[in-house]
């Protein structure tokens, strides 16, 4: 049902062969539809507010996910949107969005037609990796030996130099770690994104651009590797995800 005239937020963009479907509620309980245009389609659902003002809370951001998350089972490719596209109308949505950018969109679709992301967290177990960072350095062996025999206040400075070499060690390690991680995964994967770490304890932050076809050897593979790496390191695997990491849309408004 068309809705000219109420503003719109958009989610997405998905191919408008019609075979698809939005099943997922989207922000504020509000029917999904597909806003066609030609070959392409924008995932859009009426703006709660009378005003087209859009609250930004948890369960909108929640929202926002799990709109496009369903769609990814639904469409042969969703292009994600970032968080917070509100346009006037329906014909803004056809005008101004799909329509003048068709042809990029359409490229992209194409391009990442059966493709999904999956993000992928590496982190260390704390005492594991302390104890592998002092066992192999004489200094922070020495330090540590310093620190426990003598009183709190006695040993500042060495708790403070201690601190800078099992940072300067993490470091070392996470480079380290991170590439090796990488490039056991990187061959099931068609693109890999790296970030930087969100704390201390992450060796790696990645997301992997895989096709349908390849995810149980992915997942075979990390299994194999989480294995491995028991205890020192755990995994956090989540997805399948609309490819956010690898999406380039320069017609957000």
Not at 48 to 59: H, I, M, N, T
Not at 219 to 225: A, K, P, Q, S, W
């Amino acid at each position: 049902m068309a809705s000219d005239g109420v503003p719109q937020y958009v989610y997405g963009v998905v191919p408008a062969d019609g075979r698809g479907r939005a099943r997922a509620p989207g922000i504020g309980g509000e029917g999904v539809r597909v806003i066609r245009a030609g070959r392409v389609g924008a995932l859009a659902s009426p703006v709660p507010d009378a005003d087209g003002e859009l609250p930004a809370g948890r369960e909108e951001l929640r929202a926002h996910a799990q709109v496009l998350e369903a769609a990814l089972a639904e469409f042969a490719a969703v292009l994600p949107m970032r968080f917070g596209i509100v346009m006037p109308s329906d014909a803004a949505v056809r005008d101004e969005l799909l329509g003048p950018h068709s042809a990029q969109l359409e490229a992209q679709l194409d391009e990442l037609a059966g493709k999904f992301e999956m993000g992928l967290k590496a982190l260390y177990d704390e005492d594991a990796i302390l104890r592998e960072i002092v066992t192999e350095n004489r200094e922070a062996r020495a330090l540590r030996a310093a620190i426990a025999a003598a009183p709190a206040d006695a040993t500042y400075p060495q708790r403070i130099r201690l601190g800078e070499l099992i940072a300067a060690g993490l470091d070392e390690r996470r480079l380290v770690d991170e590439r090796a991680i990488a490039e056991r995964l990187e061959r099931f994967a068609i693109a890999v994104d790296l970030r930087p770490p969100i704390h201390e304890r992450m060796a790696l932050n990645a997301a992997f651009l895989l096709d349908r076809e390849r995810l149980g050897r992915f997942d075979e593979e990390l299994e194999l590797l989480a294995a491995e790496s028991h205890p020192r390191i755990g995994f956090r695997l989540t997805g399948p995800l609309p490819p956010h990491s690898f999406v380039e849309l320069s017609v957000e408004r």
